[in-house]
């Protein structure tokens, strides 16, 4: 099993996949990857062909339990890692491998079942309360608080920035977002400190700004961003909330307090389609 997820995350490396630093935490190298699971479970990696739906179907209870949104992701990566081993079982280019898989078993696992979205905006006091209980000696506090120092911007242009995003020149520069272009936007005042304070506690030259605890190589996962966030509001007592609500929640109370709402699209990256912001992430008076 060890050897048939190291050898998908390669293979998904060398095809270019961006999401591959999410998928090996997921798969192989985070706190509540499967590999760990199975390990614990097994008290070894077990032969691949062990694995079985009721194996898979544990890990994602007990990553359900944790985190109920992510387990969306969790269910693609395990379908699309099985799928890649059948096929590589039955290659007849001369590239076949045989990990014993024959069947996935990670497709019996039910899909998530749709549910209206989130309409959540926190109010400027749940704002200023959650602002004065972030504590920026956590990463995923420091991430989101740069969301709201950032004026909304999307959990993963924030989580999953590179160390050399943040230029010298003041400001942040985003090779590609959500729509595939770049985004360059001014880093705000209130942001600069917090930037300030994470290229402290992350010296390196290179790499993500916003390292998990377990490996310095590798960005905090949106699961522990989410995670985080559950846990604030358990201990504030708020209404539930997740980090995407903050982006409704900045665009809503800027618009309130007079800002010109073409520019925000424009900081939003909804510039080229300014109507998705108004369905979706504005709810002012």
Same mark, same amino acid.
């Given at each position: 099993?060890?050897?048939?997820?190291?050898?998908?995350?390669?293979?998904?490396r060398?095809?270019?996949?961006?999401?591959?630093?999410?998928?090996?935490?997921a798969?192989?190298?985070?706190?509540?990857?499967?590999?760990?699971f199975?390990?614990?479970?097994? =008290?070894?990696?077990p032969?691949?062909?062990?694995v079985?739906?009721g194996?898979?179907?544990?890990?994602?209870?007990?990553?359900?339990?944790?985190?109920?949104?992510?387990?969306?992701?969790?269910?693609?990566?395990?379908?699309?890692?099985?799928?890649?081993?059948v096929?590589?079982?039955?290659?007849?280019?001369? *590239?076949?491998?045989?990990? =014993?898989?024959?069947?996935?078993?990670?497709?019996?696992?039910?899909?998530?079942?749709r549910?209206?979205?989130?309409?959540?905006?926190?109010? $400027?006091?749940?704002?200023?309360?959650?602002?004065?209980?972030?504590?920026?000696?956590?990463?995923?506090?420091?991430?989101?608080?740069?969301?709201?120092?950032?004026? =909304?911007?999307?959990?993963? $242009?924030?989580?999953?920035?590179?160390?050399?995003?943040w230029?010298?020149?003041?400001?942040?520069?985003?090779?590609?977002?959500?729509?595939?272009?770049? *985004?360059?936007?001014?880093?705000?005042?209130?942001?600069k400190?917090?930037?300030?304070?994470?290229?402290?506690?992350?010296?390196?030259?290179?790499?993500?700004?916003?390292?998990?605890?377990?490996?310095?190589?590798?960005?905090?996962?949106?699961?522990?961003?989410?995670?985080?966030?559950?846990r604030?509001?358990?201990?504030? =007592?708020?209404?539930?909330w997740?980090?995407?609500?903050?982006?409704?929640?900045?665009?809503?109370?800027?618009?309130?307090?007079?800002?010109?709402?073409?520019?925000? $699209?424009?900081?939003?990256? *909804?510039?080229?389609?300014?109507g998705?912001?108004r369905?979706?992430?504005?709810?002012? $008076?």
């Amino acid at each position: 099993a060890a050897r048939f997820l190291h050898d998908y995350i390669n293979a998904k490396r060398a095809k270019g996949t961006k999401s591959v630093p999410q998928i090996e935490n997921a798969l192989v190298t985070g706190r509540y990857a499967l590999l760990q699971f199975l390990i614990e479970r097994y =008290g070894r990696a077990p032969m691949a062909s062990a694995v079985t739906a009721g194996d898979l179907q544990a890990w994602m209870a007990s990553n359900h339990a944790r985190s109920p949104k992510y387990c969306g992701h969790l269910r693609s990566y395990v379908v699309t890692a099985w799928d890649w081993a059948v096929s590589s079982r039955y290659d007849y280019r001369g *590239h076949a491998i045989d990990y =014993g898989i024959t069947e996935n078993v990670a497709s019996l696992l039910p899909t998530a079942p749709r549910v209206a979205a989130l309409d959540r905006v926190l109010s $400027e006091d749940e704002l200023r309360t959650l602002w004065r209980t972030l504590d920026l000696a956590h990463p995923t506090h420091r991430v989101l608080a740069l969301i709201i120092a950032m004026g =909304g911007l999307r959990v993963g $242009e924030i989580a999953l920035t590179q160390i050399d995003d943040w230029r010298d020149d003041g400001w942040l520069h985003l090779n590609k977002t959500k729509n595939q272009r770049p *985004h360059s936007l001014p880093v705000t005042d209130t942001a600069k400190p917090i930037v300030a304070i994470s290229q402290r506690l992350n010296p390196r030259e290179a790499g993500p700004l916003f390292v998990g605890r377990e490996d310095a190589t590798m960005p905090v996962g949106l699961a522990a961003v989410g995670r985080a966030a559950t846990r604030l509001n358990d201990r504030l =007592g708020f209404p539930h909330w997740t980090p995407r609500d903050l982006r409704r929640t900045l665009k809503t109370h800027l618009v309130e307090r007079g800002a010109d709402e073409r520019w925000l $699209e424009i900081w939003h990256n *909804h510039g080229q389609t300014a109507g998705v912001a108004r369905r979706h992430y504005t709810r002012a $008076e």
